[in-house]
């Protein structure tokens, strides 16, 4: 589990700001969409990192196998 954490943050930015980056070529506004929605994705891949890490505190292993 410890290694798929920084997949799962950095998906999100690249997801996110990639999005932003071609909304920002077809609208034609610069770097704007893409720092906001890159700002997006990062906050949801630190959600998802807490979210997970939460799931893994309750389960009660603690060993990343269960």
């Given at each position: 589990m410890a290694l798929e954490l920084p997949f799962v943050m950095v998906a999100g930015v690249v997801v996110g700001g990639g999005i932003g980056y071609m909304l920002d070529r077809w609208l034609h506004s610069s770097?704007?969409?893409?720092?906001?929605l890159g700002g997006v994705g990062f906050a949801a891949g630190i959600t998802e990192i807490i979210r997970r890490l939460t799931r893994e505190e309750k389960s009660g292993s603690g060993d990343g196998k269960g």
């Open positions: 770097p704007l969409l893409a720092l906001i």
